[in-house]
């Protein structure tokens, strides 16, 4: 069976605050592998299904299977990552979305504070702010590596690349709260606006 597969996204994204645009290419180019290996890890998954190889006792299929949770994870929120940046910002948080915060941190600035906290924490991973489209709750979450911790059903509004390769290159490896710093003064507030507005997850698409 003919799958569908999905194809990189043309970010086109350059002149960032404290971002360089090396690490733009690079990071990009990252992505790309992501979506690459998405692909042919679902080709080669669908393949065993019908030719009768999938099987929990298969430990090729159970490997392929639980790589795919990574692989479509780092594709995923790469495209929530370069969707919510733009060079120096844009716009503001809409005011929906700021009351939607102090509903669930009380002040903005005690939302930034937890967000970047998270964004501080060892490991490689991402700082996320979700919305309970259930609840209406707002809420921080780390995920580890790019498939762990994700809250199902959850929107991302607000996504932060925290892996060493997002800022290696510009910063050392003690100095990434300079990285979150330069993040805060890129982001979209337009787009995380509508992230949060919106009924249903919203991402870029190709
Ligand atoms: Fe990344």
Same mark, same amino acid.
């Given at each position: 069976m003919e799958q569908? $597969?999905?194809k990189a996204i043309s970010f086109h994204l350059s002149g960032l605050n404290?971002?360089?645009d090396r690490t733009l290419e690079m990071h990009l180019g990252l992505y790309e592998g992501y979506v690459t290996n998405t692909n042919l890890l679902s080709e080669q998954l669908m393949e065993m299904t019908h030719n009768k190889k999938a099987s929990g006792t298969n430990p090729a299929y159970s490997e392929l299977k639980r790589h795919l949770g990574f692989e479509y994870g780092g594709m995923v929120l790469h495209e929530y990552y370069f969707g919510n940046l733009a060079p120096k910002g844009r716009g $503001?948080? $809409?005011?929906e979305f700021k009351r939607a915060l102090q509903e669930s941190f009380g002040t903005f600035d005690v939302w930034?504070?937890?967000? /970047?906290a998270v964004g501080?924490?060892?490991? @490689?991973?991402?700082?996320v702010l979700y919305h309970d489209p259930v609840a209406g709750q707002l809420s921080n979450h780390w995920i580890?590596?790019?498939?762990?911790g994700v809250p199902s059903g959850f929107k991302p509004v607000l996504v932060m690349d925290v892996w060493e390769h997002a800022y290696l290159l510009d910063y050392k490896p003690s100095e990434r709260g300079k990285y979150i710093?330069?993040?805060f003064s890129n982001i979209d507030w337009d @787009? /995380?606006?509508?992230?949060f507005s919106s009924n249903a997850a919203v991402r870029p698409a190709a």
């Open positions: 569908r $597969s999905y404290g971002i360089s $503001s948080p $809409s005011a930034k504070t937890d967000f /970047v501080s924490m060892r490991g @490689v991973g991402w700082s580890e590596l790019h498939q762990q710093e330069a993040f @787009v /995380v606006s509508q992230c």
